[in-house]
């Protein structure tokens, strides 16, 4: 099974609808992260969340919003959706009570997003 | 703000070496990464350096880090089929977070 799972996996949806992209992970991680990825852009940072009490904004945070229900699972919501939010969306974990100290982040297979 | 560069395209013939570059713009980052995106997957850790270390070898794969110029390359050597996929440089200070490049895509002809 996924250590990572991100769900819906793929959503097509309407201009001005919201949405809802859930994340859970197994992998016991204390932070978690939203990204999106666009073609030509790489990969840039929504979210952030390094306990179930602390969320931050990334480099990329208007038009979204998050959650962080409990350790495992932290949800992002786009609450009117535009077609430029259309993307590839990565749920990513890591671990800072580990020994590493270094940012190793284990990603889930991503969702990808149309917005019509 | 911090920013990283890529070039966004190589392709080589297998079982030649791979080189990616990358430059970075931030001075005070301590580990340098790169990432391996294989089609319709997530990215996933292929290996990092600490800023204080000019090489590093792991299997096929060589790391060298030029700090005085802010450039980061990664090569592969005997590249292989299962090598195409996108590579992604990123950097971080300590364990904060990472800043991405845009990706170098490798095509394994």
């Known amino acids: 099974d996924a250590d990572v799972t991100q769900t819906p996996r793929n959503r097509i949806t309407k201009t001005g609808k919201r949405i809802m992209l859930e994340c859970s992970q197994t992998?016991?991680?204390?932070?978690m992260y939203w990204y999106r990825q666009d073609p030509g852009l790489g990969l840039r940072l929504i979210y952030y969340s390094f306990d179930v009490k602390d969320i931050n904004k990334g480099e990329i945070s208007d038009g979204y919003s998050v959650s962080r229900q409990a350790q495992a699972k932290f949800s992002l919501s786009l609450e009117s959706a535009i077609p430029n939010q259309t993307a590839l969306y990565f749920c990513?974990?890591?671990?800072?009570?580990?020994?590493?100290?270094?940012?190793?982040?284990?990603f889930g297979p991503g969702t990808r997003l149309t917005v019509l | 703000g911090e920013d990283v560069e890529q070039s966004l395209f190589l392709s080589v013939r297998e079982g030649d070496s791979s080189v990616i570059n990358c430059t970075y713009t931030?001075?005070?980052?301590?580990?340098l990464y790169w990432y391996k995106q294989e089609p319709g997957a997530g990215l996933q850790l292929l290996t990092y350096?600490?800023?204080?270390?000019d090489m590093k070898q792991d299997q096929r794969l060589t790391v060298l880090l030029n700090k005085k110029d802010k450039h980061l390359s990664l090569r592969i050597a005997d590249t292989q089929t299962g090598d195409s996929a996108i590579y992604f440089c990123a950097e971080s200070m300590g364990y904060s977070t990472l800043t991405f490049g845009k990706g170098t895509m490798l095509l394994v002809s």
């Open positions: 931030d001075s005070s980052s301590t580990y």
């Open positions: 992998k016991g991680h204390d932070r």
């Open positions: 990513a974990t890591s671990d800072r009570s580990g020994t590493r100290p270094y940012n190793e982040q284990f």
């Open positions: 350096i600490f800023s204080n270390m």
